[in-house]
């Protein structure tokens, strides 16, 4: 199309409602949904990732959700290849695609490009993963204080790629970051969802309980037999991690749903601070304005 309808970018923290806003604005704009998701690439991880469901997905029909198997890797490369696809082929038929979700390194790399960090090496992945986390952080606090300083130190996920990109490059992963920074080419308005931190702590409450009424503990068993235990990124999802140590005997399920809403909450103020901290988001807080009003006046005043 000589002018294809232009993508419109919706962020912020988990439970904050952007997937309700999402729908709403993909029927009022004729749109369709680009899921920022780094866990919803996965086939089966349904509940736990609080996956659109079937309804939703016949509401507005959505991209980039189960693109991967649990036996595969997946990267914000991967994810910077198959948006720009999907958004040729929504705008190709005329829609508008609405990127949603809560991976801010996904918007970020989809926006400004992936950096100047090295690729993975199976050689140096294979060595750190073996080793024990608490080794890993002390050669990260040695190597790198700066990022030791902000890492999440309870994902291995993060502290082995930072040590990864140290060991190929020779250089402190937050020196990567800063370069990546130094000339920010984000010229795409992004609006962020958020909520007074009361109340978005009584969403994520409600989600997790949510969960695990639907059957979060089955479906975390089913994927075991899968072999989610063999991802090592799949396994760093929230809910996933904390219900595979309930099923090895590590704490009971009353204990296990209170980790995982601790757990959701430090999530949801680490995305927050991250999208600050990277990211120019013109913020928005719905109060007690319904997702379809929300739309109708995000509709009529941003896009």
Known sequence: ????????????????GKSALALELAGLLGGEIVSVDSMQVYRGMEIGTAKPSAADQRRARHH??????????????????????????IQGRGR???FCGGTGLYFKAYLEGLGEAPPRDPKVRAQLEAAPLSELLDELQRADPATFAVIDRQNPRRVIRALE????????????????????????RVIGLTRPAGELVERIHQRVEEMFGRGLVAETE?????????????????GYRQVVEHLRGERGLAETIDLVKIRTRQFAKRQLTWFRRQMRLEWIAPSDATPAKLAETLAGSVF
Do not use: C, H, K
């Open 64 to 89: 980039l959700i189960d693109v991967a198997d649990l036996d595969q890797s997946f990267d914000a490369a991967q994810f910077v290849r198959l948006a720009a696809a999907a958004v040729r082929d």
């Open 165 to 188: 990109v140290i060991r190929l490059s020779g250089q402190p992963f937050s020196g990567q970051r800063a370069r990546w920074e130094t000339a920010p080419r984000q010229t795409a």
């Open 222 to 238: 089913s994927l075991l037999r899968r072999g989610l235990e063999r991802n090592p990124t799949a396994m760093q999802a929230l």
């Open 96 to 98: 508008r695609p609405i």
């Open 1 to 16: 199309m000589d002018n294809p309808p232009p993508p419109i970018f919706l962020a912020g923290p988990t439970a904050a």
